[in-house]
């Protein structure tokens, strides 16, 4: 598992008028917190933090964030932003226990080609675009593949028919649809005439 370091300054000044005036130096507000750890007020480098989560598994990246006196394996569970500049303006770091699962949120990409639904000119439609899942912090996929290539007219792909890597399962309802098919204009012509 690859992680990134990132380094944090403790003791940061708390308030608006605080944040504010560390946002001007380039430093994004942030709290630590988890099990065992009191909550604690930190400041990251902004650029530094946009640097460590741009990589393939965004968010979901762990980090080993470093406050001088202490490191802590983190993910960045929520992140503000400035409503407007869309600039950073606060995160949220949970810290993990790198051998426990974690829920995370992954992309979900369509592959393959559904030959049958495109041969009797129905459509497919993508229902659902992330999934949520358990797994531990090495585990997390930077996203999941949805085979459509099994595809018929009238079937659909469930959540619980996604085929995810070992060590990963699905949160949530198995009964949500991911993929659907539905006749396009054409088949429904034909079934009227």
Not at 18 to 34: D, E, F, K
Not at 69 to 89: E, N
Not at 92 to 97: A, E, G, I, T
Not at 98 to 120: F, I, K, M, N, Y
Request: charged share 20%; proline share 5%.
């Amino acid at each position: 598992m690859t992680q990134i370091t990132l380094n944090a300054t403790t003791g940061r000044a708390e308030g608006t008028r605080n944040s504010r005036r560390l946002r001007a130096t380039g430093h994004v507000p942030a709290v630590i917190y988890g099990a065992g750890v009191d909550p604690l007020s930190v400041a990251v480098d902004a650029r530094d933090f946009r640097q460590a989560v741009s990589g393939d598994k965004g968010l979901n990246v762990v980090i080993d964030l470093s406050t001088g006196d202490a490191t802590f394996t983190v993910m960045a569970r929520q992140v503000q932003r400035h409503p407007v500049k869309g600039t950073l303006s606060h995160v949220d770091f949970q810290v993990v226990d790198p051998s426990q699962p974690v829920t995370v949120v992954v992309p979900l990409h369509v592959v393959g080609d559904a030959v049958e639904v495109r041969h009797a000119d129905w459509e497919l439609s993508q229902a659902l675009f992330r999934l949520t899942v358990k797994a531990t912090p090495a585990a997390i996929p930077t996203h999941v593949d949805v085979d459509i290539s099994h595809l018929r007219p009238g079937q659909s792909i469930r959540v619980a028919d996604v085929v995810l890597p070992e060590g990963v399962v699905a949160a949530g309802d198995g009964a949500l649809s991911v993929v659907t098919t539905r006749a396009g204009r054409a088949a429904r012509t034909n079934e009227r005439g």
